[in-house]
Nanobody, 126 residues
Framework: QGQLHESGGGLVQAGGSLRLSCAASGFTFRNYNMAWFRQAPGKEREFVGWIGWRGESTNYADSVKGRFTISRDNAKNLVSLQMESLQPQDTAVYYC???????????????????WGQGTQVTVSS
């Protein structure tokens, strides 16, 4: 059974940086596209970014484009989210998610992801 475990969250001041990591186990990581979502209190879960199974393709939400970077290491079963220039509106629980590379559909659709981590809290103070 596939599992994902996020780490690296915490409290940071506005303008600061954080790097989140997501460790995968129990499934063939290289056969899955990976994504990050986030959910702020009282809001719906929203798409942050996506990376293809080869690591060559990425896609980001407009709200984070140019500030966040997703990368993956298929040898280590690891996906990362580097966050720069953080703002208070980035405060949320961040989740990584996995979707089979054989599945189509919009990468921003949370319903298409079969495996989810438990989330890690990111808090940005002003």
């Amino acid at each position: 059974q596939g599992q994902l475990h996020e780490s690296g969250g915490g409290l940071v001041q506005a303008g600061g940086s954080l790097r989140l990591s997501c460790a995968a186990s129990g499934f063939t990581f290289r056969n899955y596209n990976m994504a990050w979502f986030r959910q702020a209190p009282g809001k719906e879960r929203e798409f942050v970014g996506w990376i293809g199974w080869r690591g060559e393709s990425t896609n980001y939400a407009d709200s984070v484009k140019g500030r966040f970077t997703i990368s993956r290491d298929n040898a280590k079963n690891l996906v990362s989210l580097q966050m720069e220039s953080l703002q208070p509106q980035d405060t949320a629980v961040y989740y990584c998610a996995a979707r089979s590379a054989y599945m189509g559909g919009a990468v921003a659709n949370a319903g298409g992801y079969a495996i989810w981590g438990q989330g890690t809290q990111v808090t940005v103070s002003s």
